[in-house]
């Protein structure tokens, strides 16, 4: 067994390695950007080297500051972990030329499958089906323009460097081909440095469905069954479970075999995923058509299912493997056991196109108990950067059968709080509930042909999130007071106080201005025998003491948290921007780069037009008017950084006014 590993790698897969790691005796070594300097994987690690700035292009992506702080600490051996370098065939080599185990594949491998076009032509002549469509070299616009329509509609657009949904546009008719082609080529170079793509048939009810390999170099392979993946959003897995449902023995057989001789087409070894579309638009039968689709040649993000239903670890088996061993079961040894479904909880808002979400994490717990598993890199506090994937934890449940499953998750989610950036928290627990997900009738499509009914607030939700917030906002500056008056050294607030709402009488209304979610309002708040009742405009007038929410405090406010969404509340005075209407403002909806600036000062926008495209976390976003009328303003420009909530530009009404006015005079002054 090795003695000693880093791992080029951080957040949940950093800590999970780490602690299997630690359970063998291996010597462990975390790595860190200057925004990771306090986290959670450096924390759990024996040792850690800090390799450069927040950017993961200037830290977590440069081999060099891997490898010398490998040298510097002694690593006998560098685990990838998933993303960043962990399918880079060139670091892969760098480790073996610095006399350092990779646990992972060999280069050669990973080159083999690292680009779907040759990979999907090894595949051809290994036996295993792949889908029809154009996987050459020629890049002309005019020529895959072509091609997609010898094809037939729709068609994928993907590129041939990466995964993960990034480069991959789905085209219904060919009016559409080339804004996808370009967008789709323009993401796959920010993301993979490359931006050839291939063009595939879009399968109709296809069905994800993936097969967990291992190989060793002794040349034995072997498979860990099947996970099922099909509940996506734009191409991103969003739950993951094993085994399949509905799967036949027959069909688990095929595609098991099917796995098994793509990896041993290129001498595999460690951990790998052969990915199936399948197609599901009829229940899965012994005879079902399944199509080659990739091979990741790393640890997958969804591998905690496998590892609930088969018993196994996978990173024991991976650091095995690395250290020269054989595979610790043959083929008929491998079992499987119960149903196991993961769910990837998010700082992201599923209202506003699933965003990503940054800043101060103020609250956060998970569920605990049996058959529940969590796999997490933060913790309550901690910050969520612009510069990583986003994700807050895996929620992983296990039991006999999937229902009950199901059932563990969906009491698990409920059981969670997240405070501070937003979350798809409510998002996955509407999702797990759906009726027909439960049944077992999904393709990849379920969650865009159901999306509007999985996010949005329930009825009455953000009535009872205003009066709570201003009841949360009364509380916390009486909580204040309190801490003030102590430590001035006099009493805190008496029964008599007026903040206390106490009275020997009826206590007239108080009105309180607040801002909710950037929008103002104005709370009645009254005392009474039942304890502190409020109410705002048409809003069932609420006993505050019994409301079902929690609140949570911030710096400049509170946070009402109902049903898995959170809604910001702030005094009327805090609120930004208080001079423009919301609809008005254009903001960036996260951090990140503009990379166009689709509109010109005095052109005419309507309601949904896009003003402009910011790039974050390696995915194009589009910021559109929220009204109709003319750009009156314009602040960024083409490359700038934005911070979430910066003004991208105003909207002024079409006959001018005083706001036009006031950004003609800002334009010509600005000339």
């Known amino acids: 067994m090795i003695s000693s590993l880093l791992i080029a790698n ?10 299997t790691a630690r359970s063998l005796g291996v010597r462990t070594i975390a790595v860190h950007s200057d925004a990771d300097a306090r986290a959670l994987h450096v924390a759990e690690a024996d040792a850690a080297v800090a390799i450069g700035p927040s950017p993961a292009a200037e830290s977590y992506l440069v081999i060099e500051r891997i490898l010398e702080a490998a040298k510097e600490t002694g690593a006998e051996a560098i685990h990838p972990g998933y993303g960043f370098l962990s399918e880079n065939a060139d670091f892969a080599e760098a480790c073996q030329s610095a006399g350092i185990v990779f646990v992972g594949p060999p280069a050669d491998a990973i080159r083999a499958m690292g680009l779907k076009d040759r990979a999907k032509a090894l595949m051809e002549g ?26 037939g509609y729709p068609v994928l657009i993907k590129a041939v460097a990466g995964g993960g949904g990034k480069g991959m546009r789905r085209v219904d008719k060919q009016i559409a081909f080339d804004e996808a082609l370009t967008a789709a ?6 993301a993979f440095g490359d931006a050839r793509v291939l063009v595939e048939k879009f399968v109709a009810a296809p069905r994800h469905i993936e097969v967990q390999v291992f190989g060793d170099r002794h040349g034995n392979i ?10 996506q959003r734009r191409h991103q ?4 479970e094993a085994p399949a449902p509905g799967m036949t023995e027959g069909l688990r057989r095929r595609m098991g075999d099917a796995a098994v001789a793509a990896a041993r087409a290129v001498s595999y070894e460690g951990a790998g995923t052969v990915e199936f579309i399948v197609d599901g638009s009829k229940p899965l039968n012994d005879e079902t058509s399944f199509y080659f689709m990739e091979m990741n040649t790393r640890l997958q993000v969804e591998h905690p299912v496998t590892e609930a239903v088969t018993g196994l670890d996978l990173v024991d088996w991976q650091l095995r493997i690395a250290s020269g061993e054989k595979l610790p079961l043959n083929q008929g040894e491998i079992g499987l056991d119960g149903h196991a479904v993961e769910v990837r909880l998010y700082a992201e808002d599923p209202e506003a196109d699933f965003l990503p979400s940054t800043g101060t994490l103020y609250a956060l717990r998970f569920a605990d108990g049996p058959g529940i598993r969590i796999d997490s890199g933060v913790r309550e506090n901690d910050m969520v950067t612009p510069f990583y994937d986003p994700m807050i934890a895996k929620v992983i449940a296990h039991a006999p059968t999937r229902s009950d499953a199901l059932d563990r998750l969906s009491d698990a989610l409920d059981a969670t709080r997240v405070a501070g950036p937003r979350s798809n928290l409510g998002f996955l627990g509407r999702l797990i509930a759906e009726p027909d997900f439960r049944g077992g009738i999904f393709d990849t499509g379920f969650i865009d042909q159901r999306i509007d009914g999985l996010t949005g607030a329930l009825p009455g939700e953000r009535d009872a999130a205003i009066v709570l917030g201003a009841w949360g906002l009364v509380q916390r500056n009486r909580a204040r007071a309190d801490m003030l008056a ?5 009493p805190a607030q008496s029964p008599w106080s007026l903040a206390d709402g106490f009275a020997l009488g009826p206590r007239p209304e108080t009105a309180i201005d607040i801002v909710i979610e950037g929008t103002p309002e104005t709370v009645a708040m009254a005392w009474d025998s039942d304890g502190p009742t409020a109410s ?9 003491a019994g409301a079902e929410a929690d609140l949570v405090e911030t710096p400049d406010g509170v946070l009402v948290l109902i049903e898995g969404r959170q809604y910001a509340v702030v005094r009327a005075d805090r609120g930004a921007d208080a001079d423009h209407a919301a ?16 509109v010109e000062m005095g052109g005419q926008v309507v309601r949904g037009d896009k003003i402009a495209i910011v790039e974050a976390m390696k995915m194009e976003h589009a910021v559109t008017a929220g009204r109709d009328g003319v750009v009156g303003e314009i602040i960024v420009a083409d490359g700038a950084q934005v911070g979430e909530g910066d003004v991208i530009a105003r909207i002024v009404d079409v006959d001018g006014g005083a706001d036009a006015g006031a950004a003609d005079t800002a334009a010509t002054e600005a000339d």
């Not at 080529?185 to 920010?190: F, Y």
């Not at 102590?486 to 006099?490: E, F, L, T, Y």
């Open 583 to 598: 609809d008005d403002v254009v903001r960036a909806p996260m951090h990140g780069r503009v990379v166009s600036v689709l």
């Open 126 to 151: 290994a036996g295993v089906p792949v889908v029809p469509g154009f996987h050459g070299q020629r890049q002309e616009t005019d020529f895959l323009r072509e091609k997609a329509y010898e094809i």
């Open 222 to 231: 072997v498979h860990l069954y099947e996970r099922d993946c099909s509940l």
């Open 486 to 490: 102590v430590a001035r050294g006099v």
């Open 10 to 19: 951080r957040g949940e897969i950093a800590v999970r390695i780490i602690r």
């Open 237 to 240: 897995k969003v739950v993951e």
């Open 536 to 544: 705002s405009h048409d809003a069932t007038e609420a006993v505050l």
């Open 185 to 190: 080529r323009r993401e796959a170079q920010a």
